[in-house]
């Protein structure tokens, strides 16, 4: 079992960086890939950023591309989002997930551990 806890959330405003963290732990947590999920109020829970068990591999939804970067620590067991231009449509409740599939996956329901989010406003 693998537990997912994300910290890093708050208000910034349009144009603004923020970095987000995800700590987990369990005694296989290692082998899990990550990624970050973020879900907007009304709407579905859409993929952001994958990265692989051993961080050396990542993929990024288009939206993401260019403006976020995933990174993992495994020493620390900690995975990090670092985003910046960040806009309004940016405001979600991000989350940290992790999976055993060996190849990236987009599909939330491929991903077996969640953490209970952490909120993102962007806002002027």
């Known amino acids: 079992q693998v537990q997912l806890v994300e910290s890093g959330g708050g208000l910034v405003q349009p144009g603004g960086s923020l970095r987000l963290l995800c700590t987990f732990s369990?005694?296989?947590?290692?082998?899990?890939?990550m990624a970050w999920f973020r879900q907007a109020s009304g709407k579905e829970r859409e993929f952001v950023a994958h990265i692989t068990y051993n961080g050396r591999e990542t993929y990024y939804a288009d939206f993401a591309k260019g403006r976020f970067a995933i990174s993992r620590d495994t020493a620390k067991n900690t995975v990090d989002l670092q985003m910046s231009r960040l806009t309004v449509e940016d405001t979600a409740v991000y989350f940290c997930?992790?999976?055993?599939?060996?190849?990236?996956?987009?599909?939330?329901?491929?991903?077996?551990?969640w953490g209970r989010g952490t909120q993102v406003t962007v806002s002027s």
């Open positions: 369990g005694p296989t947590a290692n082998s899990y890939a």
């Open positions: 997930a992790a999976t055993l599939h060996s190849i990236v996956v987009v599909e939330a329901k491929r991903y077996d551990y």
